[in-house]
C-alpha cells in the first residue's frame, strides 16, 4: 500500500494563479480531509469528505474548493491564489472502527505551497 | 465548540527526565483523543488513540473527564523524541487539532 500519496510536493504560484493539490489514498478509507499547517497554528481543517460525492467545510474554506468523485481521490483546488495561503497542506484519510469511533488519520507527506 | 488547547508551544527536558505534554479540551459529549508527533519536515504520525489505551515509545496519556485533560506523558525522555507534538480531538470524524508542543531533548 502507498497509503496517501499527495502531489506536487513543492508549488510556487503568482497571486491569482489557481492550481489543484492532488491526493490519492489506496486503503479504501471513506473519511478524507484537508488540512493547512501554520507556524504557532497547528492543523486547521480546510475540506473534508465523509465518502464519494460528499463533502463538507472545515474551519478554514474560503478560497478553496473540493470534490470527492471517488473513494481514493480528494483533490484541493485553490481558485485564486493568495499570500495568505502560503502554508503546508495535507492531506489525511481514515476509517470507522467496529465500535463507531474513528481509526485515526493517516496523512501524507504534505505540499510546501509558496505565493507570490 | 469544540477546542483543543496545547499551552506550552515548547518544553526543554534533559534525556532521562520526565516528560508531560499538556493537553486541555473543550467538548460537549464524549471525547475521541488522540496525541500524534511530527518528526522534523515529516508527515504527522498517529502516536495514541485514547480509546485503545495503548502505549507507544514509551509514552501513554491518560483521559480526565473531570480536568478535561489528555496529557501526554513518558517516565524517561530519549533524544530521539524531539519532535512536535499535537493533541486532536475527534467530531463526527472530523478532526480538531491543538497549536502543537515542540518537545526538545537534550543530551
Known amino acids: 500500500n502507498a497509503g496517501v500519496t499527495q502531489t506536487p510536493k513543492f508549488q510556487v504560484l503568482k497571486t491569482g494563479q489557481s492550481m489543484t493539490l492532488q491526493c490519492a489514498q489506496d486503503?479504501?478509507?471513506?473519511?478524507m480531509s484537508w488540512y493547512r499547517q501554520d507556524p504557532g497554528m497547528g492543523l486547521r481543517l480546510i475540506h473534508y469528505?465523509?465518502?464519494?460525492?460528499?463533502?463538507d467545510q472545515g474551519e478554514v474554506p474560503n478560497g478553496y474548493n473540493v470534490s470527492r468523485s471517488t473513494t481514493e481521490d480528494f483533490p484541493l483546488r485553490l481558485l485564486s491564489a493568495a499570500p495568505s495561503q502560503t502554508s503546508v497542506y495535507f492531506c489525511?484519510?481514515?476509517?470507522?472502527?467496529?465500535?463507531?469511533?474513528?481509526?485515526?488519520?493517516?496523512f501524507g507527506s504534505g505540499t510546501r505551497l509558496t505565493v507570490v | 465548540a469544540q477546542r483543543v488547547t496545547q499551552p506550552e508551544k515548547l518544553l526543554s527536558v534533559f534525556k532521562g527526565a520526565p516528560v508531560e505534554l499538556k493537553c486541555n479540551y473543550s467538548?460537549?459529549?464524549?471525547?475521541?483523543l488522540f496525541w500524534y508527533v511530527q518528526y522534523s519536515r515529516q508527515r504527522l504520525q498517529l502516536l495514541l488513540r485514547?480509546?485503545s489505551r495503548e502505549s507507544i515509545k514509551g509514552f501513554t496519556a491518560d483521559l480526565n473527564k473531570g480536568e478535561t485533560s489528555f496529557h501526554l506523558k513518558k517516565p524517561f525522555a530519549q533524544e530521539e523524541d524531539s519532535a512536535m507534538y499535537y493533541c486532536?480531538?475527534?467530531?463526527?470524524?472530523?478532526?480538531?487539532f491543538g497549536s502543537g508542543t515542540k518537545l526538545n531533548v537534550k543530551p
Open positions: 489525511a484519510s481514515s476509517y470507522s472502527m467496529g465500535d463507531g469511533g474513528n481509526y485515526g488519520y493517516t
Open positions: 486503503m479504501n478509507h471513506e473519511y
Open positions: 469528505s465523509v465518502g464519494a460525492g460528499i463533502t
Open positions: 467538548y460537549s459529549g464524549s471525547p475521541e
Open positions: 485514547h480509546i
Open positions: 486532536a480531538l475527534s467530531h463526527f470524524n472530523k478532526f480538531y
